[in-house]
Antibody, heavy 126, light 111 residues
Framework: VQLEESGPGLVKPSQTLSLTCTVSGDSVRSLTHYWTWIRQPAGKGLEWIGRIYTSGNTNYNPSLKSRVTISLDRSNNRFSLILTSATAADTAVYYC???????????????????WGNGTTVTVSS | NFMLTQPHSVSESPGKTVTISCTRNSGSIASDHVQWYQQRPGSSPTTVIYEDNQRLSGVPDRFSASIDTSSNSASLTISGLKTEDEADYYCQSYDRSSSLIFGGGTKLTVL
């Protein structure tokens, strides 16, 4: 399974950040995985942005929810991230990833990333 | 919501054993499974451990993990340290809305 991010590396402040992740070796129609965006500012830690399921259902980080949309393109086996009203604080490496939903012996669900893309750097600057 | 706190850095010599902690500040560490990721310099993260202590396929058995309810923390232990283990390590859990929560990361230096 491979994931590859693509999109503009430079976005002006207040404009919209838009990225696409192309999936190979698996299908975004998968019933066993979610498709996820995670970002990492330079020298800092990882921040989960959100995920989408084949049904189109989404979950977003509450801190970004008002500005984020994740969508699926089933015909081209890819998914996308839109982040509106970008600021310098959105400058980061953006990773797309495949997220697994596991079930433990108690029948409880848990979530983790099992495949990561290589990441793409997005700079928000005028 | 809760936070996961990791030491900023740890260091150890090749061949030795090192343990990286991940402490949850509210709620039980046992209530939501913990995962661990390795990020080598200049690379994207890779998954090392899922469901508290399960190694992903291909991960050497030098890597092990556990949770400790008395300290409300999870730990990643790497034995027989190699220079290739030098990386940032992140713990991760999830909240009631299934949002992923990451720890701040620990830089492991193998010197």
């Amino acid at each position: 399974v491979q994931l590859e991010e693509s999109g503009p590396g430079l976005v002006k402040p207040s404009q919209t950040l838009s990225l696409t992740c192309t999936v190979s070796g698996d299908s975004v129609r998968s019933l066993t995985h979610y498709w996820t965006w995670i970002r990492q500012p330079a020298g800092k830690g990882l921040e989960w942005i959100g995920r989408i399921y084949t049904s189109g259902n989404t979950n977003y980080n509450p801190s970004l929810k008002s500005r984020v949309t994740i969508s699926l393109d089933r015909s081209n086996n890819r998914f996308s991230l839109i982040l509106t009203s970008a600021t310098a604080a959105d400058t980061a490496v953006y990773y797309c990833a495949r997220e697994a939903e596991g079930t433990d012996r108690s029948g409880d669900y848990y979530y983790y990333v099992d495949v990561w893309g290589n990441g793409t750097t997005v700079t928000v600057s005028s | 919501n809760f936070m996961l706190t990791q030491p900023h850095s740890v260091s150890e010599s090749p061949g030795k054993t090192v343990t990286i902690s991940c402490t949850r500040n509210s709620g039980s560490i046992a209530s939501d499974h913990v995962q661990w990721y390795q990020q080598r310099p200049g690379s994207s993260p890779t998954t090392v451990i899922y469901e508290d202590n399960q190694r992903l396929s291909g991960v050497p058995d030098r890597f092990s993990a556990s949770i400790d309810t008395s300290s409300n923390s999870a730990s990643l232990t790497i034995s027989g340290l190699k220079t290739e283990d030098e990386a940032d390590y992140y713990c991760q859990s999830y909240d009631r809305s299934s949002s992923l929560i990451f720890g701040g990361g620990t830089k492991l230096t193998v010197l």
